[in-house]
């Protein structure tokens, strides 16, 4: 399935919009792929983001899955068209206390009202990648909603 | 169904282990309500916690419904028992604009091995209450974690 | 939150769409209750519904369950506008060897293009009864779809 | 990764146990793949498997999903383990009323306690594809429990 946008000025309204997200920010994440229907997110630990145990919290992996899976799906979107999260599921795979998490979000099935994206979080530290949660996004259209 | 803790200090292990999320506290969130199987957390509307347009960030939502969940388990564990979140699913409901969103994680069915849980997230402005999320959690319990 | 159906004509469009799905039949599902939003469904145990150990199979209680969601979104919906399930998520709490299930759809958020709806599914064995399942449901208005 | 079974008899297992399925057996389904970690199931299209609309009723979809990622699971358990499901999300990608169905369960992440596998779900007509459902679910180890 080849993915293509309908937007001529896509690439600079996912940046703007992440830009725009205070919240991954407030994470520290960074933006670091961006192509039609897939968009990578990268996290940097910090004690900030963690859990009890020191790992980071299921809802920070969560958190970097869902804006990747929105950015991916936004990238095929109309211009004028914002996007929601409708609903997501996350299984948390292996406990995340690497270096540097990433959250690759790849559209599954574009629509014109729901679009259905997968998002797969990897935990990175020296040579090796630990696959620490995979989930599935339904994304949601939304007219008249800036972004 | 009467649900019952098994540890004799389970307040006190549930309060130290909250108070030990860092990101709980980066976000900003405060445990309001607890008892067995039951907890509430309470988060105030800050830029830091927005999406783009926004509302809180979908993100947000879902750690503080995830905390709760996962302290409504924890409140039943033996001692000496951790709890970790397996995986959960979210319905973000209405978007979540308000000036304070309340989580309130329920055990649904306690287990030795996994607990399921729910949580729904409430926004709340001036006198009204608006349902913004609901979701459903697998939490598991860990041997030999401190919690 | 009170609900209202839309279409003066929903309890006929219901029981006959019911009537209408081959699939339910196959089971032996049976419509048992119904009022806006909410439908409940009964199924009695037989082998053909089973799995490897003899209990229901993971598929039929949630196909039940799916029905019944689905159902109770129709109930609400405007005429001429039919359900298509988007996605959901179940939880199974307890093995179903009961001799019935009960699986209870309820309405959480009625919507013009989502609804979405959770349901639980019980089984009846003498006076006892077990939460066998729970489950949260996206329903889809699907317009120009006669149901 | 590299997925490899534990009980020498697998293969035996595996399909003696699918063959104890009597709801499999009741919708049709065959397996037609096996091979560590990987069951394909394949389901014929008869009107006692639809919906209101004719199509594959999404309980039929998510039925043969979840056996193919039950076995794709128990394809890797040690002797003696049996497999129940534990949770699953399901996403309906698409209108299922092709000639037949083929589910490919996969399983993400093995484990002693609970194992993470995929299944999509193909509805295949005449020489084309559609990809009709896509879901993740855990399976859960049951010692003592003969599979």
């Given at each position: 399935?080849?993915?293509?946008?309908?937007?001529?000025?896509?690439?600079?309204?996912?940046?703007?919009?992440?830009?725009?997200?205070?919240?991954?920010?407030?994470?520290?994440?960074?933006?670091?792929h961006?192509?039609?229907?897939?968009?990578d997110?990268?996290?940097?630990?910090?004690?900030?983001?963690?859990?009890?145990?020191?790992?980071?919290?299921?809802?920070?992996?969560?958190?970097?899955?869902?804006?990747?899976?929105?950015?991916?799906?936004?990238?095929?979107?109309?211009?004028?068209?914002?996007?929601?999260?409708?609903?997501?599921?996350?299984?948390?795979?292996?406990?995340?206390?690497?270096?540097?998490?990433?959250?690759r979000?790849?559209?599954?099935?574009?629509?014109?009202?729901?679009?259905?994206?997968?998002?797969?979080?990897?935990?990175?530290?020296?040579?090796?990648?630990?696959?620490?949660?995979?989930?599935?996004?339904?994304?949601?259209?939304?007219?008249?909603?800036?972004?």
């Amino acid at each position: 399935m080849e993915l293509v946008p309908r937007d001529p000025e896509w690439e600079t309204r996912v940046k703007s919009s992440f830009a725009a997200q205070r919240f991954m920010k407030h994470l520290g994440a960074e933006l670091v792929h961006l192509s039609p229907g897939a968009v990578d997110l990268e996290l940097r630990m910090r004690p900030e983001l963690t859990q009890q145990h020191g790992f980071f919290h299921a809802g920070t992996t969560s958190s970097i899955a869902d804006s990747a899976a929105g950015y991916a799906a936004l990238s095929l979107f109309a211009v004028g068209v914002g996007v929601l999260t409708s609903e997501y599921k996350i299984n948390l795979l292996n406990p995340a206390r690497q270096a540097v998490l990433i959250a690759r979000g790849r559209v599954v099935k574009p629509g014109r009202t729901l679009t259905i994206a997968k998002a797969d979080v990897y935990g990175l530290q020296d040579d090796e990648q630990v696959h620490v949660a995979t989930g599935l996004f339904t994304l949601m259209s939304v007219a008249g909603v800036k972004d």
